[in-house]
C-alpha cells in the first residue's frame, strides 16, 4: 500500500492493522462533550477605545486555555475559502505528482509525509498526510512549491502574507499587554514561517486510530483554518473536548515559546485530531517559530517576578523538545530554574 494515504481509495474498507492504537491510546467510542464557550475575539474593534478590552480577553484567555478564537482578522474569507480549495485539489492530485514532494528530512523546505516524520521507525501511524513548506519571506519561498494546481502559488502566497499579518497584530497586542514596545516578537523571534496542512481521508474505525497524537506546539504561536469537518480536540479540565469548526473564525494557539516569555503565565493546551468516517478533513495552520539561535527567555515584567525558566536558543529547545518524545512538560523541565 502506498505511504500517502491521499493515493489510498478514499474508500477503504477496513483499517490497516499498523494504524490501529492500544487499548490505552485509542479514543474508542466515547461520546465528547463540545467546547461550547470557547473565548471569541472581535479584532475589528483593536485601534478603537475598545484595544485594552482586546488585549485583556487575549491575555485572560492564554492564560485560562492557552486557546482562542478570532473574527475580523484580516484575513478575507474568500481568500480562506480559495486557500482551502487549493489545498483539497493538491491532496487530489496525481500521487506520481505529490509523490514527488515525499520526505522526511527536516531539513527540506517543501515536503509532503504520512503520519509523522518517524514514520519508518515508528509502530502505530498517525492517520493523516502532512504537507508542509516554509512560507517567509514568499519570495524566498515560492519557487520550492508545487506548480499545480495552477493558482496554487498565487493564493497561498496571498494567503502566507495576510496570515503573517494577522499573527503580529496578535503578537503586537501581547506585548504592549506585557508592557513592551510594539515589535517586540518581530524579527528573529517569528523568523520562519511554516504553512502545515493536514488531510485526513474518511476513516473506516475512527475509534481504534488517532488523526494527530496529542501534542502541545513548540513554536512561538500557531494560526489555526478549520474545514467544516470536525476533528480537533482539546484536553481542558482533565478531559477531551470537541473543538466545532466556526465558518471564518481562525484559532489562535499560544506556543510552548511564548509560554516562557510570558514566564509561565500563558498556558499551550494540549490538543489532538480525530478522525472522521465519512468525510475527508483537511486543516491549515501556521506556525511563527524563531530563528535558531535567537536567546529565548522570560521577558522582563517591571513587577521584579524571578524568571522561572533559564534562557535557551530555540534549536536548543526543540532538540530537547523532539528528544522527550514532543512531552511539553518534560522538555520545560529541563529549562526551569530551579526554586
Known amino acids: 500500500m502506498e505511504v500517502l494515504m491521499s493515493n489510498w481509495s478514499q474508500s477503504v474498507e477496513s483499517l490497516p492493522e499498523n494504524y490501529i492504537f492500544p487499548l490505552n491510546k485509542r479514543p474508542g467510542n466515547q461520546v465528547f462533550p463540545v467546547w461550547k464557550n470557547i473565548p471569541l475575539i472581535d479584532l475589528e474593534t483593536e485601534e478603537s477605545q475598545n484595544r485594552a478590552a482586546i488585549i485583556k480577553q487575549i491575555f485572560d484567555a492564554s492564560q485560562e486555555f492557552g486557546f482562542f478564537q478570532v473574527i475580523n482578522h484580516g484575513v478575507p474569507v474568500s481568500l480562506m475559502d480559495d486557500t482551502m480549495n487549493v489545498f483539497k485539489e493538491f491532496f487530489n492530485m496525481p500521487a506520481e505528482y505529490k509523490s514527488s514532494f515525499y520526505s522526511t528530512d527536516i531539513s527540506q523546505k517543501c515536503r509532503i509525509y504520512s503520519s509523522t516524520l518517524n514514520y ?18 514568499v519570495e524566498d519561498h515560492v519557487d520550492s512549491w508545487p506548480e499545480k494546481p495552477t493558482r496554487y502559488r498565487e493564493v497561498v502566497g496571498t494567503y502566507s502574507i495576510k496570515m503573517r499579518k494577522s499573527l503580529l497584530k496578535i503578537l503586537d497586542l501581547i506585548c504592549e499587554g506585557m508592557g513592551h514596545k510594539q515589535g517586540y516578537f518581530d ?6 514561517q511554516l504553512l502545515s496542512v493536514n488531510h485526513h481521508i474518511p476513516c473506516p474505525n475512527p475509534s481504534l486510530t488517532l488523526g494527530m497524537p496529542e501534542h502541545s506546539d513548540p513554536n512561538l504561536i500557531t494560526m489555526l483554518h478549520q474545514c467544516s469537518v470536525p476533528g480537533l480536540q482539546v484536553f481542558l479540565n482533565g478531559q477531551w473536548m470537541n473543538v466545532e469548526p466556526m465558518p471564518g473564525a481562525l484559532i489562535v494557539i499560544p506556543g510552548l ?83
Open 120 to 137: 519508518d521507525k515508528e509502530e502505530v501511524h498517525y492517520w493523516r498526510d502532512n504537507f508542509t513548506h516554509h512560507c517567509h519571506p
Open 187 to 192: 524579527n528573529e523571534l517569528s523568523k520562519t
Open 257 to 339: 515559546q511564548l509560554k516562557v516569555i510570558t514566564n509561565g503565565k500563558f498556558s499551550s493546551p494540549i490538543h489532538r485530531v480525530m478522525t472522521d468516517s465519512a468525510e475527508a478533513r483537511t486543516t491549515i495552520g501556521t506556525f511563527l517559530i524563531p530563528s535558531h539561535d535567537i536567546l529565548i527567555e522570560p521577558a522582563k515584567d517591571g513587577e521584579g517576578n524571578l524568571p522561572v525558566y533559564r534562557g535557551y536558543t530555540y534549536k536548543e529547545f526543540f532538540s530537547t523538545f523532539t528528544g522527550s518524545n514532543c512531552d511539553a512538560d518534560t522538555a520545560l523541565g529541563c529549562f526551569k530554574n530551579k526554586a
